[in-house]
């Protein structure tokens, strides 16, 4: 049995659709009409520092990627790029169309939040977000905060994972006197890649402008990689991992007389993918396929109401659909052909009031309606309500900066069929700090500590024969402290960066064979233990010669234990968590030429639970190089690269009998009107 909405799905974009228009032509005919009123560019409450400044005073670590320097790495989407974060763990299922997951702190997929300008990114059926969807073409920037971002106008959704990634897309620039702006580009490389892509921004007003882009992404995928079963070696190619991709963003971006600025976004994401599967038993390809559209309208609106309250209005509407196709397997009406739809609604409030110079209070409020719907056998149509209330409070004087905030967490679960999972009322706690010991600012010392838990997934409950409707929330309790240090020695920029952090997971999700090996359930059984030390070092300037140099390591320590009363493998390492690893990125420039060299390094692992020789897996790493050049031509900036990936061609596996690609190369073409 099935159900599907959507002639209502459309009707209700219909609606939205035609009350943004209502509202946009309202807001522009109202500024029309007061040509003669002054108009002042909002002060945003919460200021928007500098890059590095940002890293620096942050009481809790974060990480910025953005502007030149993701365009510096050798990266097609999110995913590539923040492999070059420390204390982050890719989960890659190997190709350019294979499913990217990320894995902070040992922590599990499910407690990292996903941020797409300021508003989250939900996937209320596993939890996950496949950041390999997202291209690079429209970001601007990505940041990593381990615990939360202590910024005050932020949604309560945001204190609500045990760390956040925030994706910022391109805004419209205009330089003096232009309203349109166009950047079209074009990369293409082994494996088939064909990735064209399209910018355009334009400037009706002052007040009001838009932009556009879009991509396409096709790639056949094959590639070699070696095999051995321990008897012989070989180079096979890689089978069914061909990908076709196109994404489409459109985005307004208005101001209005009453010192508010405000933004909507149409998000549309469509794929088709093989899923090549492991390389096991001497098996070489794999039939199942996997198509999804993910569409989603969201918007924001800010207001400075005085000089001491300032308020955030946030909401969005999404509908994303999975089809997944097994011909493998076969039903009484035929092969499997799954197939999900999942909607969300959200609104979200924030506000901030300035109690005197150095104190400041915060209160965040969120509403967010979950539902899936399936073509399963007993499925159980879930529906989730979550409310989720945060209060904190700042304390900012001249060295010292202190937040504590608590969160509430309400869950309404409902069904149409079966049994419904129990409703859910939770308070967690937050507190960080951030401090400069000596009058010079060089160097921050800063602290936080943060309980949070996250819900289990409607698989997780409800997945037919699977799913455990009694499961209790998967609890994360982090300590961390660490400081941060920078000077400036002429031309020349010096960063480091260090913390050291405790992470309990408790009630950790797993799933345990039942009366036989083709029926799971899902159990709270788990509990995991990780000590770890990140550290980072950077250097950039510009030397005598006019040469401008950048210089990042970083590295990252991890003993994350599998602490299970009573377990068989108590204290080892858990499932893929590498001890040691790290990265390298340098990058020099002269005049219009760039040249950028990185390196990646992952520490031997275990695939499975015990650590032990036949689930041990090597160390893996590798060496990329670029090289890019910009000249003026057709009244515009080209901008023309190359890309050499996997420099020595090494073989190597993300996730056991999962192959990587080996030497790859690209070659880019990017043009600014």
């Given at each position: 049995m099935?159900?599907?909405?959507?002639?209502?799905?459309?009707?209700?974009?219909?609606?939205?659709?035609?009350?943004?228009?209502?509202?946009?032509?309202?807001?522009?005919?109202?500024?029309?009409?007061?040509?003669?009123?002054?108009?002042?560019k909002l002060e945003e409450v919460i200021l928007v520092k500098d890059i590095k400044q940002r890293q620096h005073t942050s009481a809790t670590p974060v990480q910025?990627?953005?502007?030149?320097?993701?365009?510096?790495?050798?990266?097609?989407?999110?995913?590539?790029?923040?492999?070059?974060?420390?204390?982050?763990?890719?989960?890659?299922?190997?190709?350019?169309?294979?499913?990217?997951?990320?894995?902070?702190?040992?922590?599990?997929?499910?407690?990292?939040?996903?941020?797409?300008?300021?508003?989250?990114?939900?996937?209320?059926?596993?939890?996950?977000?496949?950041?390999?969807r997202f291209s690079l073409e429209n970001m601007e920037e990505i940041a990593l905060y381990n615990g939360q971002r202590s910024d005050a106008g932020q949604s309560a959704r945001a204190y609500a994972s045990a760390s956040t990634i925030y994706l910022k897309s391109g805004a419209p620039s205009f330089s003096e006197g232009r309203d349109l702006n166009l950047k079209p580009g074009f990369k293409t490389g082994s494996f088939g890649l064909v990735n064209p892509s399209l910018s355009a921004d334009y400037k009706f007003n002052d007040h009001l402008s838009a932009r556009v882009s879009t991509g396409y992404v096709y790639a056949h995928g094959r590639y070699k990689f070696r095999f051995t079963n321990g008897s012989y070696d070989t180079t096979a190619i890689r089978k069914n991992a061909d990908v076709r991709s196109y994404r489409l963003e459109t985005s307004l971006?208005?101001?209005?007389?009453?010192?508010?600025?405000?933004?909507?976004?149409?998000?549309?994401?469509?794929?088709?993918?093989?899923?090549?599967?492991?390389?096991?038993?001497?098996?070489?390809?794999?039939p199942q396929r996997l198509w999804d559209e993910q569409n989603f309208l969201q918007g924001e609106f800010k207001q400075k109401v005085s000089d001491r309250y300032f308020m955030v209005v946030r909401g969005k509407y999404a509908r994303d659909h999975t089809r997944y196709s097994d011909p493998e397997i076969v039903t009484t009406s035929g092969y499997l052909d799954n197939r999900y739809d999942q909607e969300t609604f959200y609104m979200s409030l924030a506000q901030s009031y300035r109690l005197n110079d150095f104190w400041k209070v915060a209160l965040?409020?969120?509403?967010?309606?979950?539902?899936?719907?399936?073509?399963?056998?007993r499925f159980a149509y879930p529906e989730r309500n979550t409310f989720l209330a945060a209060l904190t409070t700042d304390l900012s004087f001249d060295r010292l900066y202190v937040q504590a905030?608590?969160?509430?967490?309400?869950?309404?679960?409902?069904?149409k069929h079966?049994?419904?999972?129990?409703?859910?009322?939770?308070?967690?706690?937050?507190?960080?700090?951030?401090?400069?010991?000596?009058?010079?600012?060089?160097?921050?010392?800063?602290?936080?500590?943060?309980?949070?838990?996250?819900?289990?997934?409607?698989?997780?409950?409800?997945?037919?024969?699977?799913?455990?409707?009694?499961?209790?929330?998967?609890?994360?309790?982090?300590?961390?402290?660490?400081?941060?240090?920078?000077?400036?020695?002429?031309?020349?920029?010096?960063?480091?960066?260090?913390?050291?952090?405790?992470?309990?997971?408790?009630?950790?999700?797993?799933?345990?064979?039942?009366?036989?090996?083709?029926?799971?359930?899902?159990?709270?059984?788990?509990?995991?233990?990780?000590?770890?030390?990140?550290?980072?070092?950077?250097?950039?300037?510009?030397?005598?010669?006019?040469?401008?140099?950048?210089?990042?390591?970083?590295?990252?320590?991890?003993?994350?234990?599998?602490?299970?009363?009573g377990a068989s493998n108590y204290g080892d390492q858990i499932p893929y968590i590498p001890r040691h690893s790290?990265?390298?990125?340098?990058?020099?420039?002269?005049?219009?030429?760039?040249?950028?060299?990185?390196?990646?390094?992952?520490?031997?692992?275990?695939?499975?639970?015990?650590?032990?020789r036949s689930n041990y897996l090597q160390p893996w790493y590798t060496h990329d190089i670029a090289a890019r050049y910009a000249l003026e031509a057709f009244g515009g900036e080209v901008r023309l690269g190359m890309e050499v990936n996997n420099l020595f061609n090494q073989y190597y596996d993300v996730i056991k009998n999962f192959p990587m690609p080996g030497r790859s190369y690209r070659v880019t073409f990017n043009y600014s009107l």
């Open positions: 099935s159900v599907y909405r959507k002639s209502g799905v459309k009707r209700r974009f219909f609606r939205l659709w035609m009350l943004f228009v209502f509202v946009v032509n309202s807001l522009n005919a109202q500024d029309r009409d007061n040509d003669s009123i002054v108009y002042h910025i990627l953005s502007g030149a320097k993701l365009k510096q790495l050798n990266s097609l989407s999110v995913a590539d790029a923040v492999r070059y974060f420390s204390g982050v763990q890719l989960k890659d299922y190997g190709g350019i169309g294979g499913l990217k997951t990320i894995n902070v702190r040992s922590m599990g997929t499910e407690h990292t939040g996903v941020f797409y300008d300021g508003i989250g990114l939900t996937n209320a059926q596993n939890g996950q977000v496949d950041l390999g971006y208005g101001t209005t007389r009453f010192q508010s600025k405000w933004n909507v976004k149409y998000y549309h994401y469509n794929s088709e993918r093989g899923l090549p599967g492991a390389v096991v038993a001497n098996r070489f390809r794999r965040a409020t969120d509403y967010e309606n979950n539902s899936l719907e399936a073509n399963l056998y905030g608590m969160l509430s967490t309400t869950i309404r679960e409902s069904v079966y049994e419904a999972a129990g409703d859910k009322q939770e308070f967690t706690p937050t507190v960080m700090a951030s401090w400069q010991p000596f009058r010079t600012d060089d160097l921050r010392l800063r602290a936080f500590y943060k309980r949070i838990f996250r819900m289990p997934t409607f698989n997780d409950l409800y997945y037919t024969f699977i799913g455990n409707t009694r499961l209790s929330p998967e609890y994360s309790e982090q300590v961390n402290a660490g400081l941060s240090f920078r000077h400036i020695f002429g031309s020349h920029y010096l960063e480091a960066r260090a913390d050291a952090y405790k992470v309990w997971i408790t009630d950790k999700i797993v799933a345990v064979p039942g009366a036989n090996l083709f029926r799971w359930t899902m159990l709270n059984l788990g509990k995991v233990e990780t000590t770890g030390v990140e550290a980072s070092l950077r250097s950039s300037g510009k030397t005598g010669f006019g040469v401008g140099y950048s210089a990042q390591l970083n590295y990252t320590w991890q003993q994350a234990a599998d602490v299970t009363p790290g990265s390298i990125n340098l990058a020099a420039d002269y005049k219009r030429a760039e040249l950028n060299y990185s390196f990646i390094y992952t520490g031997e692992r275990y695939s499975q639970k015990a650590n032990i």
